[in-house]
C-alpha cells in the first residue's frame, strides 16, 4: 500500500522580508521585492522551487503567482482553512495553493489538502491520480501527523506516532538518501526534467507562468526570453501594454501606481495628477519639464514656466532658420509624424492637446473609454483590460493562460474560457499536444533537440511532380510514390552514326522525324584526326564513326575508328540545357529542323558544324591506327549519376576508361590473355558493374573465345568460358538481357549465342519459324523485358526470339537491305540500321505474339554503321535501373543561421533495392548549384551533422533521392519526406 505523504504548509502570517513591490513590479535588486520575490529583468517574480526562497522560507504557488512564505510549525492539512487564509493573505487569492508537492484547495467552504502523485502546477496535482486511492486502488493510510489523512474518521490510525513517512525530519542536504527522502541533496532541474526540490523529493517544473521554463506563447518572465518592450509590463508570462492601475508604473502614468503619487490639493484620474497647475511639484498631463522628477529639457530648448513644457525660444522658432533642436517648422524640415504635431518647432503628441484628434478615444476633454477597457496615455486610444487580473465587465476569467494538459480549457487572449486549443509538437522534452506522447516525430529527426526545430514535409500538396529538370528515372506510380520508371524522364532519341558522311543522326523515336545531326569530331579535335565530312575508305580516309552509346543522362558518345589516324570519342548532349553558350551570345548555336520538314537538310543553317555548342568534347583514343570500335557506359557509382566510358580498342586490344565529364583518360586494361589478344568489337555493361567487351575475330579453333569481362574496380580483365561454335566464329551486336544474359549476334555462325553470367555457361539459338527464311548472318541485337530482336544481314529480316525458352516468336521483314545495329526505344518500337539504303526502319509493335505492326522507313545519313546500345534502353533498363528526383527546403528566417538536422522518408525499400540521399546547402537558391553533393546518406533516419556531413549551415537545403534496383523486377517507392532543421541565433 502506498502512504500518502503531506509535506509543509503555510503559518498564519507571512515572515517575507525585503521591499514592498509587488508581482510584476519594477525592480533594481532583489531587496526591491516582497514576498520572497526575486528581481530579474527589472521585475519582480515569484518562486519556482523552494531552492530559491530565503532564510528557509517555501515557495507556495496559486495559479501563475508565487511567492516564498516561512514554514509551518504545524502540519498544513490539520488545518487548511487557518493556511488558506493566510494564503489568501499573501496571495490574494482563494484558489488552489501549491505547498512543494502537496495541494491546497482553498476554494469551498470546507478546504482540501492532499500530496501530489506527480508534480504540483498552476491548476494543483498535475497527471495525479484519486487522492484517496495509491495505484493499485488500495486506500490511502495515516501517516501520523495528527490527522485524519487516509480520510476514515481515524486520527493516525495505525501510525506509529512520530515515526511515520510524513516526509524529511531536517536532514534534507546531508547528501544521505534517509527515510521520506526521495533524493539528497537538493539540485537544480532543467526543463520538464524532475529535479531534487528544498524537501529532497523529486518534482518537475509543472507547466504554467514562473515554472522557470519558456512554453507555448510566453513572452516574458522566463529564463531565456527577451522581456518586455519599453512601456510594457510582464503580466502572466505575456508583454501588456500599460494600463493605469495595473500594478506597474510605466512612463505617462504620475498617480495611481506603486510609488506614484499626487501633490497635495491634486487628484488622480486615470494615473494622472489633475488638475493640471504647472509648479505644483508634481507632473501632469502635458508637462514635459519643470516638474520633478521630469529631466530637463534637450540643448536648444528650454522650459516653458508656464505650461512646463520645452519648447525652442520664440525668437528662434520660426525665423527661417534650422537652429539646434528644431525639428519642424523651419524650411527644409520634415512634417511631424502621423499623431503629431508641430508646436513651437517641435513634434508633440496630439494626445493629451485639449481637443479630439483624428484617432483619439480618450484622454481629451469629453472622450472617454467604455466599460472593461482603459485609456493609453500615450496614444489617447482605448485598450482592452483583458490581463489586468481583475475580472471585468465581459471578461470570463483573467488574467489569459497558456494550455496545459491537465486542463481542458483555457482563458484566452480576450480573457474568455475556451478549449484547449490544439498545440504542435516540439522537440522540448514535453507533451506539447498532450496525447500522451514526448516528442513524437520530433526526435528522432531532430538531433539537436530544442524547440526550434522545425520538420518540413515533401511531397507539397500537388504530390511529386518529376520533370526534366528536377528528376531522371523515375515516375508516379498510382498510390502517388515516387519509384522507378521510364515514362516521364525516359529519351525519345536515337543516335545513329553515319559513316560516309562523318556524323550522326539524331531521331525523335516517336515519329522518325530527324530533329539534330551533329559532326563527330567537334572544333576541339585532337591532332590526327580526320576532317569531319569526309568519307571512310576503311584504310587513310574519314573518321568512320560506328559505335553509339547512350549514358544515364541520355547524352550521346560516338567512337570514330579513323583507319590508319586518330581515332576519337565524341560527346553529344542530349538535352540543350546541358550545352555550351561557348560564344557568349545569350543563345545555343545547334543544329535544328528549322524548316520542320523531319530532315535536317545538308548544307543548311540547320547543321552548325563542328562548332555546335551541344558537342561537348571530343577526346583520342587511343594511339594512331588503335581503331576504337567498341563502345559501352558503365554502372554510375559513388556521388556520380553517370558512369565512365569504356572504349574497345580493336587493334591494341585494350579496354580504355575515359571521364563522362571531360573525357579525360582514367585508365586502360589489357585484354590479352597470355600472348593471345582478344580484340574487341562490342560492348555491354552488366548489372554488377562489370563491362562486356565481344570480338569478330574469335579464335583460331574450335571451340572459340567469344567474350572478356572487364572488373571496373581492380581493373583487370577475365576470360569467360569458351563459346560452343565453329572455327573462327565470331560476334557483331552485344546486348545484355534482364535475366542475367549476355546476347551476341553470331555473325557467321547463323545463330545466336546467349552466356549466362551467374553461370558462366553458354547455349546457341538458331532462329527459325515457318514463313520466314533461313537465318544467314545475325548481327545487331538488343533486348527488352520479354525479347530479344536481332537484324539479319542479308535475309533482312529482325528476328524476334523471347528470353524465357529461346523460342522464336517472330520475324519482320524490313524494306531495307545490308541491316546492322538493333534497337528498342522507350516508346515501345524497335528499330533497324541499314547501311546500303541509308535510312533506320522503325516497327511500330502493336502485338507481338501475334507478330502486328506498322514499319515505316526514315533516312538518315550517308551508310550509317550503327551498333552497341544507340538509344540506351539496355543500360538505362538492365544494367542499372537507377533515378533521382531533387527538391528545395527553405530553413529559417535569414537573420537566423538554419542547422540541417536530420531527413527521414516513409516509404518501400524490398531487398536488392537501395535508396540514398544525397544535399546541399546555401545562403541563397541560387547558390546551391556551386555547391558539392554530400552524401550517400544511408538509412532512415539519417543524421545530416553526422558523416559524411555535416551540411554545412544554411538558409536553403537541396535535397536528392536516389533510388535504385539491383534484380530489376522490383523498386523502391517513397511516399514522404520530411527534413528537420533547427534555427540558431547569431553570435
Given at each position: 500500500?502506498?502512504?500518502?505523504?503531506?509535506?509543509?504548509?503555510?503559518?498564519?502570517?507571512?515572515?517575507?522580508?525585503?521591499?514592498?513591490?509587488?508581482?510584476?513590479?519594477?525592480?533594481a535588486?532583489?531587496?526591491?521585492?516582497?514576498?520572497?520575490?526575486t528581481?530579474?529583468?527589472?521585475?519582480?517574480?515569484?518562486?519556482?522551487?523552494?531552492?530559491?526562497?530565503?532564510?528557509?522560507?517555501?515557495?507556495?504557488?496559486?495559479?501563475?503567482?508565487?511567492a516564498?512564505?516561512?514554514?509551518?510549525?504545524t502540519?498544513?492539512?490539520?488545518?487548511?482553512?487557518?493556511?488558506?487564509?493566510?494564503?489568501?493573505?499573501?496571495?490574494?487569492?482563494?484558489?488552489?495553493?501549491?505547498?512543494?508537492?502537496?495541494?491546497?484547495?482553498?476554494?469551498?467552504?470546507?478546504?482540501?489538502?492532499?500530496?501530489?502523485?506527480?508534480?504540483?502546477?498552476?491548476?494543483?496535482?498535475?497527471?495525479?491520480?484519486?487522492?484517496?486511492?495509491?495505484?493499485?486502488?488500495?486506500?490511502?493510510?495515516?501517516?501520523?501527523?495528527?490527522?485524519?489523512?487516509?480520510?476514515?474518521?481515524?486520527?493516525?490510525?495505525?501510525?506509529?506516532?512520530?515515526?511515520?513517512?510524513?516526509?524529511?525530519?531536517?536532514?534534507?542536504?546531508?547528501?544521505?538518501?534517509?527515510?521520506?527522502?526521495?533524493?539528497?541533496?537538493?539540485?537544480?532541474?532543467?526543463?520538464g526534467?524532475?529535479?531534487?526540490?528544498?524537501?529532497?523529493?523529486?518534482?518537475?517544473?509543472?507547466?504554467?507562468?514562473g515554472?522557470?521554463?519558456?512554453?507555448?506563447?510566453?513572452?516574458?518572465?522566463?529564463?531565456?526570453?527577451?522581456?518586455?518592450?519599453?512601456?510594457?509590463?510582464?503580466?502572466?508570462?505575456?508583454?501588456?501594454?500599460?494600463?493605469?492601475?495595473?500594478?506597474?508604473?510605466?512612463?505617462?502614468?504620475?498617480?495611481?501606481?506603486?510609488?506614484?503619487?499626487?501633490?497635495?490639493?491634486?487628484?488622480?484620474?486615470?494615473?494622472?495628477?489633475?488638475p493640471?497647475?504647472?509648479?505644483?511639484?508634481?507632473?501632469d498631463?502635458?508637462?514635459?519639464?519643470?516638474?520633478?522628477?521630469?529631466?530637463?529639457?534637450?540643448?536648444?530648448?528650454?522650459?516653458?514656466?508656464g505650461?512646463?513644457?520645452?519648447?525652442?525660444?520664440?525668437?528662434?522658432?520660426?525665423?527661417?532658420?534650422?537652429?539646434?533642436?528644431?525639428?519642424?517648422g523651419?524650411?527644409?524640415?520634415?512634417?511631424?509624424?502621423?499623431?503629431?504635431?508641430?508646436?513651437?518647432?517641435?513634434?508633440?503628441s496630439?494626445?493629451?492637446?485639449?481637443?479630439?484628434?483624428?484617432?483619439?478615444?480618450?484622454?481629451?476633454?469629453?472622450?472617454?473609454?467604455?466599460?472593461?477597457?482603459?485609456?493609453?496615455?500615450?496614444?489617447?486610444?482605448?485598450?482592452?483590460?483583458?490581463?489586468?487580473?481583475?475580472?471585468?465587465?465581459?471578461?470570463?476569467?483573467?488574467?489569459?493562460?497558456?494550455?496545459?494538459?491537465?486542463?481542458?480549457t483555457?482563458?484566452?487572449?480576450?480573457?474568455?474560457?475556451?478549449?484547449?486549443?490544439?498545440?504542435?509538437?516540439?522537440?522540448?522534452?514535453?507533451?506539447?499536444?498532450?496525447?500522451?506522447?514526448?516528442?513524437?516525430?520530433?526526435?528522432?529527426?531532430?538531433?539537436?533537440?530544442?524547440?526550434?526545430?522545425?520538420?518540413?514535409?515533401?511531397?507539397?500538396?500537388?504530390?511529386?511532380?518529376?520533370?526534366?529538370?528536377?528528376?531522371?528515372?523515375?515516375?508516379?506510380?498510382?498510390?502517388?510514390?515516387?519509384?522507378?520508371?521510364?515514362?516521364?524522364?525516359?529519351?525519345?532519341?536515337?543516335?545513329?552514326?553515319n559513316?560516309?558522311?562523318?556524323?550522326?543522326?539524331?531521331?525523335?523515336?516517336?515519329?522518325?522525324?530527324?530533329?539534330?545531326?551533329?559532326?563527330?569530331?567537334?572544333?576541339?579535335?585532337?591532332?590526327?584526326?580526320?576532317?569531319?565530312?569526309?568519307?571512310?575508305?576503311?584504310?587513310?580516309?574519314?573518321?568512320?564513326?560506328?559505335?553509339?552509346?547512350?549514358?544515364?543522362?541520355?547524352?550521346?558518345?560516338?567512337?570514330?575508328?579513323?583507319?590508319?589516324?586518330?581515332?576519337?570519342?565524341?560527346?553529344?548532349?542530349?538535352?540543350?540545357?546541358?550545352?555550351?553558350?561557348?560564344?557568349?551570345?545569350?543563345?545555343?548555336?545547334?543544329?535544328?529542323?528549322?524548316?520542320?520538314?523531319?530532315?535536317?537538310?545538308?548544307?543548311?543553317?540547320?547543321?552548325?558544324?563542328?562548332?555546335?555548342?551541344?558537342?561537348?568534347?571530343?577526346?583520342?583514343?587511343?594511339?594512331?591506327?588503335?581503331?576504337?570500335?567498341?563502345?559501352?557506359?558503365?554502372?554510375?557509382?559513388?556521388?556520380?549519376?553517370?558512369?565512365?566510358?569504356?572504349?574497345?580498342?580493336?587493334?591494341t586490344?585494350?579496354?580504355?576508361?575515359?571521364?563522362?565529364t571531360?573525357?579525360?583518360?582514367?585508365?586502360?586494361?589489357?585484354?590479352?590473355?597470355?600472348?593471345?589478344?582478344?580484340?574487341?568489337?562490342?560492348?555491354?555493361?552488366?548489372?554488377?558493374?562489370?563491362?562486356?567487351?565481344?570480338?569478330?575475330?574469335?579464335?583460331?579453333?574450335?571451340?572459340?573465345?567469344?567474350?572478356?569481362?572487364?572488373?571496373?574496380?581492380?581493373m583487370?580483365?577475365?576470360?569467360?568460358?569458351?563459346?560452343?561454335?565453329?572455327?573462327?566464329?565470331g560476334?557483331?551486336?552485344?546486348?545484355?538481357?534482364?535475366?542475367?544474359n549476355?546476347?551476341?549476334?553470331?555473325?557467321d555462325?547463323?545463330?545466336?549465342?546467349?552466356?549466362?553470367?551467374?553461370?558462366?555457361?553458354?547455349?546457341?539459338?538458331?532462329?527459325?519459324?515457318?514463313?520466314?527464311?533461313?537465318?544467314?548472318?545475325?548481327?545487331?541485337?538488343?533486348?527488352?523485358?520479354?525479347?530479344?530482336?536481332?537484324?539479319?544481314?542479308?535475309?533482312?529480316?529482325?528476328?524476334?526470339?523471347?528470353?524465357?525458352?529461346?523460342?522464336?516468336?517472330?520475324?519482320?521483314?524490313?524494306p531495307?537491305?545490308?541491316?546492322?545495329?538493333?534497337?528498342?526505344?522507350?516508346?515501345?518500337?524497335?528499330?533497324?540500321?541499314?547501311?546500303?539504303?541509308s535510312?533506320?526502319?522503325?516497327?511500330?509493335?502493336t502485338?507481338?505474339?501475334?507478330?502486328?505492326?506498322?514499319?515505316?522507313?526514315?533516312?538518315?545519313?550517308l551508310?550509317?554503321?550503327?551498333?552497341?546500345?544507340?538509344?540506351g534502353?539496355?543500360?538505362?533498363?538492365?544494367?542499372?535501373?537507377?533515378?533521382?528526383?531533387?527538391?528545395v527546403?527553405?530553413?529559417?528566417?535569414?537573420?537566423?543561421?538554419?542547422?540541417?538536422?536530420?531527413?527521414r522518408?516513409?516509404?518501400?525499400?524490398?531487398?536488392?533495392?537501395?535508396?540514398?540521399?544525397?544535399?546541399?546547402?546555401?545562403?541563397?537558391?541560387?547558390?546551391?548549384?556551386?555547391?558539392?553533393?554530400?552524401?550517400?546518406?544511408?538509412?532512415?533516419?539519417?543524421?545530416?551533422?553526422?558523416?559524411?556531413?555535416?551540411?554545412?549551415?544554411?538558409?536553403?537545403?537541396?535535397?536528392?533521392?536516389?533510388?535504385?534496383?539491383?534484380?530489376?523486377?522490383?523498386?523502391?517507392?517513397?511516399?514522404?519526406?520530411?527534413?528537420?532543421?533547427?534555427?540558431?541565433?547569431?553570435?
Amino acid at each position: 500500500m502506498r502512504q500518502v505523504v503531506l509535506v509543509l504548509g503555510l503559518v498564519a502570517t507571512s515572515a517575507c522580508s525585503g521591499g514592498s513591490g509587488a508581482s510584476g513590479g519594477r525592480c533594481a535588486s532583489d531587496g526591491d521585492c516582497g514576498g520572497g520575490q526575486t528581481c530579474s529583468g527589472g521585475y519582480c517574480r515569484g518562486c519556482r522551487s523552494d531552492a530559491e526562497c530565503r532564510n528557509g522560507e517555501v515557495c507556495v504557488r496559486s495559479g501563475s503567482r508565487s511567492a516564498c512564505l516561512a514554514p509551518p510549525s504545524t502540519n498544513a492539512c490539520d488545518s487548511p482553512a487557518a493556511h488558506c487564509t493566510a494564503a489568501g493573505d499573501a496571495l490574494g487569492t482563494t484558489a488552489i495553493l501549491c505547498i512543494g508537492n502537496t495541494e491546497l484547495d482553498c476554494r469551498g467552504t470546507a478546504p482540501m489538502c492532499r500530496a501530489c502523485s506527480g508534480a504540483c502546477g498552476e491548476s494543483g496535482c498535475v497527471g495525479d491520480m484519486d487522492a484517496s486511492t495509491g495505484d493499485d486502488g488500495s486506500v490511502a493510510s495515516d501517516s501520523g501527523s495528527g490527522g485524519d489523512d487516509a480520510g476514515d474518521g481515524a486520527t493516525d490510525g495505525g501510525a506509529d506516532g512520530g515515526s511515520t513517512d510524513a516526509g524529511p525530519s531536517g536532514s534534507c542536504g546531508n547528501g544521505v538518501v534517509e527515510s521520506g527522502e526521495s533524493c539528497d541533496p537538493p539540485a537544480p532541474g532543467a526543463c520538464g526534467v524532475p529535479a531534487c526540490n528544498a524537501m529532497c523529493r523529486f518534482e518537475v517544473a509543472p507547466p504554467g507562468c514562473g515554472n522557470g521554463c519558456a512554453e507555448g506563447e510566453e513572452e516574458c518572465g522566463e529564463p531565456g526570453l527577451p522581456g518586455c518592450a519599453t512601456g510594457f509590463s510582464c503580466l502572466g508570462c505575456t508583454c501588456q501594454p500599460p494600463r493605469c492601475g495595473d500594478g506597474v508604473a510605466s512612463p505617462g502614468e504620475w498617480c495611481g501606481e506603486p510609488g506614484r503619487v499626487c501633490a497635495a490639493g491634486k487628484t488622480c484620474v486615470d494615473c494622472q495628477c489633475t488638475p493640471a497647475v504647472c509648479g505644483d511639484g508634481s507632473p501632469d498631463l502635458g508637462e514635459t519639464c519643470g516638474e520633478p522628477p521630469l529631466a530637463a529639457c534637450a540643448m536648444g530648448q528650454t522650459c516653458n514656466t508656464g505650461s512646463c513644457t520645452c519648447e525652442v525660444p520664440p525668437a528662434l522658432c520660426g525665423n527661417g532658420d534650422v537652429d539646434p533642436a528644431e525639428v519642424c517648422g523651419e524650411p527644409g524640415l520634415d512634417l511631424c509624424p502621423s499623431g503629431q504635431e508641430c508646436e513651437g518647432c517641435l513634434c508633440r503628441s496630439e494626445c493629451g492637446n485639449g481637443e479630439v484628434n483624428a484617432g483619439e478615444e480618450c484622454g481629451e476633454p469629453g472622450a472617454s473609454c467604455p466599460a472593461g477597457s482603459s485609456c493609453a496615455v500615450s496614444t489617447c486610444r482605448c485598450l482592452n483590460d483583458c490581463g489586468n487580473f481583475a475580472l471585468d465587465p465581459g471578461e470570463e476569467c483573467d488574467p489569459p493562460t497558456a494550455p496545459i494538459c491537465s486542463s481542458a480549457t483555457i482563458c484566452s487572449s480576450s480573457c474568455q474560457i475556451e478549449p484547449r486549443p490544439a498545440v504542435a509538437e516540439l522537440c522540448n522534452r514535453m507533451d506539447d499536444d498532450c496525447d500522451g506522447v514526448v516528442d513524437e516525430g520530433l526526435v528522432d529527426i531532430c538531433f539537436d533537440c530544442d524547440e526550434t526545430c522545425a520538420v518540413g514535409a515533401a511531397p507539397p500538396p500537388g504530390g511529386w511532380m518529376p520533370g526534366p529538370t528536377n528528376s531522371s528515372g523515375v515516375i508516379v506510380d498510382m498510390d502517388g510514390a515516387l519509384t522507378l520508371g521510364n515514362r516521364m524522364t525516359e529519351s525519345y532519341a536515337v543516335w545513329v552514326a553515319n559513316m560516309d558522311e562523318g556524323t550522326v543522326s539524331k531521331l525523335d523515336s516517336r515519329t522518325g522525324r530527324e530533329i539534330a545531326l551533329y559532326p563527330t569530331v567537334g572544333a576541339d579535335a585532337p591532332a590526327g584526326s580526320r576532317p569531319w565530312n569526309e568519307a571512310c575508305n576503311w584504310s587513310n580516309l574519314g573518321n568512320c564513326p560506328s559505335r553509339t552509346a547512350v549514358d544515364q543522362n541520355f547524352d550521346a558518345y560516338v567512337a570514330n575508328r579513323a583507319f590508319g589516324n586518330q581515332g576519337t570519342v565524341v560527346k553529344i548532349a542530349n538535352a540543350e540545357r546541358d550545352c555550351v553558350d561557348r560564344n557568349m551570345n545569350g543563345v545555343i548555336d545547334t543544329s535544328r529542323d528549322l524548316n520542320g520538314n523531319g530532315v535536317i537538310d545538308r548544307g543548311t543553317a540547320e547543321i552548325v558544324g563542328p562548332t555546335d555548342e551541344c558537342i561537348l568534347w571530343t577526346v583520342a583514343a587511343g594511339g594512331t591506327n588503335a581503331v576504337p570500335r567498341a563502345l559501352a557506359i558503365g554502372v554510375a557509382t559513388g556521388a556520380s549519376f553517370v558512369g565512365d566510358v569504356w572504349v574497345g580498342l580493336y587493334n591494341t586490344a585494350e579496354a580504355c576508361r575515359l571521364s563522362p565529364t571531360t573525357g579525360a583518360l582514367i585508365g586502360c586494361v589489357s585484354l590479352f590473355r597470355g600472348g593471345t589478344p582478344f580484340n574487341p568489337y562490342g560492348a555491354a555493361a552488366y548489372r554488377d558493374g562489370r563491362i562486356f567487351f565481344g570480338t569478330i575475330s574469335g579464335a583460331s579453333a574450335s571451340p572459340a573465345n567469344l567474350l572478356v569481362a572487364v572488373d571496373p574496380v581492380t581493373m583487370t580483365s577475365t576470360w569467360t568460358s569458351d563459346a560452343p561454335g565453329v572455327v573462327g566464329a565470331g560476334s557483331y551486336g552485344m546486348a545484355v538481357d534482364g535475366n542475367d544474359n549476355v546476347w551476341i549476334g553470331g555473325w557467321d555462325s547463323r545463330k545466336l549465342k546467349r552466356y549466362h553470367v551467374p553461370t558462366d555457361t553458354w547455349s546457341d539459338v538458331t532462329p527459325a519459324r515457318a514463313g520466314c527464311p533461313a537465318a544467314t548472318v545475325v548481327r545487331g541485337v538488343a533486348a527488352d523485358a520479354t525479347y530479344i530482336w536481332a537484324t539479319d544481314y542479308t535475309a533482312n529480316v529482325v528476328w524476334q526470339v523471347r528470353i524465357s525458352d529461346n523460342a522464336t516468336m517472330n520475324c519482320w521483314p524490313i524494306p531495307a537491305t545490308v541491316l546492322a545495329g538493333a534497337g528498342v526505344s522507350f516508346d515501345g518500337s524497335v528499330w533497324a540500321i541499314s547501311t546500303m539504303d541509308s535510312v533506320a526502319v522503325r516497327i511500330a509493335v502493336t502485338d507481338p505474339v501475334a507478330g502486328t505492326g506498322v514499319t515505316t522507313v526514315h533516312p538518315v545519313g550517308l551508310h550509317p554503321y550503327t551498333y552497341s546500345d544507340f538509344i540506351g534502353y539496355g543500360l538505362n533498363t538492365f544494367a542499372e535501373p537507377r533515378g533521382y528526383y531533387r527538391y528545395v527546403v527553405t530553413g529559417c528566417d535569414p537573420t537566423l543561421a538554419t542547422r540541417w538536422q536530420g531527413i527521414r522518408f516513409m516509404g518501400e525499400v524490398p531487398p536488392m533495392t537501395a535508396v540514398e540521399l544525397f544535399v546541399r546547402s546555401s545562403s541563397t537558391i541560387a547558390g546551391l548549384a556551386g555547391e558539392a553533393w554530400i552524401g550517400p546518406f544511408i538509412g532512415n533516419p539519417v543524421n545530416l551533422q553526422a558523416p559524411p556531413g555535416p551540411v554545412p549551415d544554411g538558409a536553403y537545403l537541396e535535397v536528392e533521392i536516389r533510388l535504385r534496383s539491383d534484380d530489376r523486377t522490383t523498386a523502391p517507392r517513397i511516399f514522404t519526406v520530411d527534413v528537420a532543421h533547427t534555427c540558431i541565433q547569431p553570435g
